[in-house]
């Protein structure tokens, strides 16, 4: 009679669900708000704000689980691409979404 072996619920967990942390970064030195939103904060627009640097950079980090997310930035209200060279989509507005992937 054969007998199942069970993993310990432990071992079952992936490490591929472990969130890492993913830097944002716009450079706005005459800006009063910049926010980040996308498919990770169902593209709230008031949720995660950066903060603003001395030298006109603002930033945040962020924990993402694995996976393909879609963002934009909003500087004063206004929709801005990520001005580093990143993958960008179409969205249904006409215009580009960011993309990062996280393994």
Known sequence: MKTKTRKPVAA????S???T?????FYAPSASQVSLAGTFNKWSADKDLLKRGPD???KLSLALKPGRYEYR????G???????PVE???NAFGSWNC???VR
Request: glycine share 4%.
């Open 12 to 15: 079952v967990k992936s490490a």
């Open 17 to 19: 669900k472990i969130p």
């Open 21 to 25: 942390k993913v830097d944002f970064e």
């Open 56 to 58: 006109g950079r603002w």
């Open 73 to 76: 930035y909003s500087v004063d």
């Open 78 to 84: 206004n929709w801005q691409n990520d001005q580093r």
């Open 88 to 90: 960008c989509v179409p």
């Open 99 to 101: 993309v990062v992937e």
